[in-house]
């Protein structure tokens, strides 16, 4: 079992910026394909970044609505993925979770495809 837990939401204005973390505890996740999603009330997951792990370089992505905003990164020594999130709107205003996949998710951009999950972190942009 892997477990997931995010910190680092909160309540920040527009143009302002939040890092969110996702420890993982139970066995390390530097094998592990890891993703980031938003999810409003009363809306679907939507996806927002991944990383796949493969011995290939090039294989983080993010959605076009965060792409040179948010940047997800990963510091396996702490056994700790990031979304390090500048420019912030009011529409990004969503419960953030992040996800982990003991292989490579097709397609990365389902949440469904992913094995474990934390309980996710609320970030409330205000304009």
């Known amino acids: 079992q892997v477990l997931l837990v995010e910190s680092g939401g909160g309540l920040v204005q527009a143009g302002g910026s939040l890092r969110l973390s996702c420890t993982a505890s139970?066995?390390?996740?530097?094998?592990?394909?890891v993703g980031w999603f938003l999810q409003a009330p009363g809306k679907e997951r939507e996806f927002v970044a991944a990383?796949?792990?493969?011995?290939?370089?090039?294989?983080?992505f993010h959605a076009d609505s965060v792409k040179g905003r948010f940047t997800l990164s990963r510091d396996n020594a702490k056994n700790t993925v990031y979304l390090q999130m500048n420019s912030l709107k009011p529409e990004d205003t969503a419960v953030y979770s992040c996800?982990?996949?003991?292989?490579?998710?097709?397609?990365?951009?389902?949440?469904?495809?992913?094995?474990?999950w934390g309980q996710g972190t609320q970030v409330t942009v205000s304009s």
């Open positions: 139970g066995r390390t996740i530097n094998t592990y394909s």
């Open positions: 996800a982990a996949a003991s292989g490579v998710p097709v397609p990365y951009t389902s949440w469904r495809i992913y094995d474990f």
């Open positions: 990383n796949l792990f493969t011995w290939r370089e090039g294989n983080t």
